[in-house]
């Protein structure tokens, strides 16, 4: 069964359970026309003050009409995806809730993945070895990550394209890792780019759709993706109850914190860019975030999907700027 996800949630026990997981945010952005996802939402009586994320994954699924069934992250994402998931219920869309306990309670959080994993019908040591095969591919990752602030081969976009597509691989994951392999070979021949501005980007993917061309037309190199780096589960662990509990991007904004100024001193990073979706309670963090976060921010608001707008453009370019001084 093709099963949609809202955000990263364990992808181990959807492929142990026999199923195909597809991440809808990927799906939204990568279409052709993103836009008219959120204007189908908007047709079917969504409120504009509603997140675009939330809007697009909802006309997604209904517009691309191949998903039935919907794992929906009830606790640790989005605030506004458990009203999304009754409107998509009304419209027939089998849904399957999932919470990352609020503490890491690993109790609770194994329970949550034991009851996820009876009801697609995978068995637990199916789990762990799926656990098992991906950790496999998700070690080539991290080496994708090291080539792109180490050694300057891998551009932001690039990273940021591998790293977010792990919340899923495609929904398969032998052709992504054949895939992998061929991009990481091409990538150890490039010549590398050095230098160039060192900046972290932060906060959900963005919505915008041309944020790392502009970035690299001005010099800048993006060298930490924040959670899309979470998203391919960079921890040693042979404990799959322990790697969604390390997983930063459900739980509180300390966590992420120290995640964040931990990658910002080993990978030297000069500025960072904090990207925040409208009408998203993550702004709100953005508070705790400047004063815990000792490098330049430059908060960005992102609404629906296109290119960056005239002021939003000249505002990065005087950011950079600045960290030119």
């Not at 996820?116 to 098992?132: H, N, T, Y």
């Not at 060298?223 to 969604?244: A, G, K, L």
């Amino acid at each position: 069964m093709r099963i949609g996800i809202t955000t990263t949630i364990p992808v181990e026990i959807v492929y142990a359970g026999g199923h195909m997981p597809e991440d809808i945010n990927n799906v939204f952005i990568a279409s052709d026309d993103p836009q008219a996802m959120v204007l189908r939402a908007e047709h079917d009586g969504y409120p504009r003050n509603v997140c675009g994320w939330i809007k697009g994954i909802y006309g997604t699924i209904l517009e691309t009409n191949s998903i039935k069934t919907v794992i929906a992250a009830v606790e640790g994402d989005c605030s506004q995806t458990q009203a999304m998931m009754e409107t998509l219920e009304m419209q027939g869309i089998q849904v399957i809730p999932f919470a990352f306990p609020y503490g890491r309670d690993r109790d609770m959080l194994r329970m949550q993945l034991e009851k996820l994993a009876e009801r697609l019908g995978a068995d637990w040591q199916s789990v762990i070895e799926w656990k098992k095969r991906l950790d496999g591919i998700r070690l080539k990752l991290r080496e994708l990550d090291d080539l792109t602030w180490q050694d300057g081969k891998i551009s932001g976009r690039e990273n940021h394209i591998w790293l977010i597509s792990s919340s899923d691989f495609w929904g398969k994951p032998d052709w992504f890792e054949t895939s992998l392999d061929n991009f990481l070979s091409d990538a150890r021949a490039r010549q590398p780019k050095k230098g160039r501005m060192r900046i972290g980007y932060i906060g959900i993917p963005p919505i915008f759709t041309d944020l790392y061309e502009l970035l690299e037309e001005r010099g800048a190199a993006v060298v930490f993706n924040e959670v899309q780096r979470q998203f391919s589960m960079p921890f040693d662990t042979d404990d799959i109850v322990e790697q969604y509990a390390l997983y930063t991007y459900p739980y509180d904004i300390f966590g992420r914190i120290e995640d964040i100024n931990r990658e910002v001193e080993r990978r030297n990073i000069q500025g960072i860019i904090h990207y925040t979706q409208s009408f998203c309670f993550r702004q709100i963090q953005d508070l705790i975030i400047r004063k815990n976060v000792n490098v330049p921010i430059l908060t960005l608001e992102g609404e629906s999907p296109g290119p960056i707008d005239a002021r939003t453009r000249v505002r990065i370019e005087s950011f950079l700027e600045m960290l030119e001084v």
